[in-house]
């Protein structure tokens, strides 16, 4: 059974960081890309991040370029999301995706940005 369980969402203030894990069991981490996405209330699911099964070319929506990179650990079966410099538009859950064959989501991780 494929679980991704991802943490390290909580409360922070506008330009402060977060990192976010994703841990994932039953699959072989190291031939799936990994995605970050995010979903605010009222709005569609949007990428964040994405890091290729190899950890080659790592792509990034326009609203975190510069701020946001994500990483992985096949050796840990991990996935990771640092996020700096975060805004009160960051505010979101943020999911945890597989790819391969198929694709797996994690439950997501509440991320709040507010002074």
């Known amino acids: 059974q494929v679980q991704l369980v991802e943490s390290g969402g909580g409360l922070v203030q506008p330009g402060g960081s977060l990192r976010l894990s994703c841990a994932a069991s039953?699959?072989?981490?190291?031939?799936?890309?990994m995605s970050w996405y995010r979903q605010a209330p009222g709005k569609e699911r949007e990428l964040v991040a994405v890091?290729?099964?190899?950890?080659?070319?790592?792509r990034y929506g326009d609203s975190v370029k510069g701020r946001f990179t994500i990483s992985r650990d096949n050796a840990k079966n991990a996935a990771y999301l640092q996020m700096n410099s975060l805004k009160p538009e960051d505010t979101a859950v943020y999911y945890c995706?597989?790819?391969?064959?198929?694709?797996?989501w994690g439950q997501g991780t509440q991320v709040t940005v507010s002074s």
């Open positions: 995706n597989a790819v391969y064959w198929l694709a797996y």
């Open positions: 039953g699959l072989t981490f190291s031939r799936y890309a």
């Open positions: 890091i290729p099964s190899g950890g080659g070319s790592l």
